[in-house]
Antibody
Framework: EVQLVESGGNLVQPGGSLRLSCSAS????????IHWVRQAPGKGLEHVSA????????YYADSVKGRFTISRDNSKNTLYLQMSSLRAEDTAVYYC??????????WGQGTLVIVSS | QSALTQPRSVSGSLGQSVTISCTGT?????????VSWYQQHPGKAPKLIIY???KWPSGVPDRFSGSKSGNTASLTISGLQAEDEADYYC??????????FGGGTKLTVL
């Protein structure tokens, strides 16, 4: 059974940093691209970042480019999202998502990031 | 990348059918056959219900169906049931490793 478990969400002050982790199991982690999708309270879904299976390619939404860094450790079956210069508008539930083709059949439970003073 | 356009809300009676539209551009919906739809109940993670425009993941009833014409995709839910009341999001591949989501549609079952 595919499982994705996010962690690391917390309350952080504007301008601060946070690192999210996503621990994966139930599939060959190194074979798949993994994405981060976020959802602000009461809002829709936003594609934030993606990383290729070997970590060689990464994508960032314009809203986080230059502030967020996605990475993965295939030996630990773990995905990361390093977030810096956090803003109030980054407040959201962050989901780790495994791709099928260009669709998302598997989602984690999400981890909540609150950026507030 | 701009979000895809969905109606904010739709409603239908038990047993009836409803259709949710999702409008994009030739750079996303119109350019690829990679439209997916997600159902989200309050406090839960989204659930994939349609992928590659019109395919069903295992376990999703065929009351849910998807289609695409030009830059617009549609999700039709037939035989509405109470448990179908949820938020629905469309999503399309947009090239260069990116996807774009719609703003979401709240379905109310009357």
């Amino acid at each position: 059974e595919v499982q994705l478990v996010e962690s690391g969400g917390n309350l952080v002050q504007p301008g601060g940093s946070l690192r999210l982790s996503c621990s994966a199991s139930g599939f060959t982690f190194s074979d798949y691209a993994i994405h981060w999708v976020r959802q602000a309270p009461g809002k829709g879904l936003e594609h934030v970042s993606a990383i290729s299976s070997n970590g060689g390619s990464a994508y960032y939404a314009d809203s986080v480019k230059g502030r967020f860094t996605i990475s993965r450790d295939n030996s630990k079956n773990t995905l990361y999202l390093q977030m810096s210069s956090l803003r109030a508008e980054d407040t959201a539930v962050y989901y780790c998502v495994k791709v099928g083709g260009w669709y998302f059949p598997y989602w984690g439970q999400g981890t909540l990031v609150i950026v507030s003073s | 990348q701009s979000a895809l356009t969905q109606p904010r809300s739709v409603s239908g009676s038990l047993g009836q059918s409803v259709t949710i539209s999702c409008t994009g551009t030739s750079s996303d919906i119109g350019g690829y056959k990679y439209v997916s739809w997600y159902q989200q109940h309050p406090g839960k993670a989204p659930k994939l219900i349609i992928y590659d425009v019109s395919k069903w993941p295992s376990g999703v009833p065929d009351r849910f169906s998807g289609s695409k014409s030009g830059n617009t995709a549609s999700l039709t839910i037939s035989g509405l049931q109470a448990e179908d009341e949820a938020d629905y999001y469309c999503c399309s591949y947009a090239g260069s490793y990116t996807v774009v989501f719609g703003g979401g549609t709240k379905l109310t079952v009357l």
